[in-house]
């Protein structure tokens, strides 16, 4: 097996999860419908080729590890649905309203929350620094495309968020394809990248679920991270391993 070495390296990165209510959540490791909006924007593909986008998701597949554990960031912010701009689709009623499919707004019922102050929170992780394993089944794109891509993306790269711009160049830049026998092989074998070139002793680790639990202190988890791209919907999940690892291996500085 053939796998793509990134180094994910920002001030804020944002792998979303399910939302709940006015909280934008994070997963621990990006998804798999991040990874394929990732590699898309770099060749310069759009949102409405979506068979594009299904194909190429389907082929990939990944392994992730937190070479350098991020903190938690709450992003708290505000709007205040009754400043008129917030009103002014439908003057009449002065009633604040949202625009819907069928063309016409769809105005807020009664009560305080028609002109009260939202509040969300969105969540990062800050900080850290996180090695993906990637690869892809046979077809086009090929690993090769993929990297020089990345190398010369045709739009900015971002991780998440359009906000979470990464701190350095995505590809890996001693071996940025690297063999193996499968993702927890390469994930297992691949330097450890670190600010201060110090080794801990555990790593956070995730591999597909199919490769089990073998090598790694975890669990089994359904991650919802498949996107319905015909519809721009999220939708579909999949099994991966999440846990920790003892590192013995080749540490590096960033």
């Known amino acids: 097996m053939r796998a793509l070495i990134l180094r994910f390296d920002a001030p804020l990165m944002s792998f979303g999860g399910v939302r709940i209510d006015n909280h934008g959540v994070v997963e621990r490791f990006p998804g798999t419908s991040m990874l394929t909006g990732l590699l898309a924007n770099a060749m310069g593909w759009k949102h409405h080729e979506a068979e594009r986008l299904m194909e190429l998701q389907s082929r990939l597949s990944f392994a992730a590890r937190w070479d350098l554990p991020p903190l938690r960031l709450i992003d708290y ?28 707004p769809e105005v807020r019922g ?5 002109t009260a102050t939202h509040q969300r929170y969105q969540h990062y992780w800050a900080d850290g620094l996180l090695t993906v394993a990637l ?14 891509a990345i190398r010369h993306p045709a739009r900015p790269l971002f991780l998440g968020r359009k906000a979470c711009l990464p701190a350095r160049p995505l590809l890996d830049p001693y071996r940025p394809i690297v063999d193996g026998e499968d993702l927890r092989d390469i994930i297992s074998r691949v330097p450890l990248m670190r600010r201060n070139a110090t080794a801990p002793s555990m790593v956070e680790v995730c591999w597909p679920g199919e490769l089990g639990l ?18 721009q919907v999220a939708a579909g999940s999949r099994l991966q391993a999440e846990g920790s690892m003892p590192w013995t291996g080749e540490v590096i500085s960033a």
């Open 77 to 104: 912010h505000t709007v205040d649905l009754g400043q008129p701009k917030m009103m002014s689709y439908v003057a009449a009623s002065k009633k604040a309203a949202g625009w819907t499919t069928w063309g016409s």
């Open 214 to 231: 073998i090598g790694m202190k975890g669990e089994l988890r359904e991650v919802f991270d498949l996107r319905d791209w015909r519809n």
């Open 135 to 148: 690869t892809l089944k046979e077809g086009q794109p090929t690993l090769e495309d993929v990297a020089t």
């Open 110 to 114: 009664g009560g305080s929350a028609k």
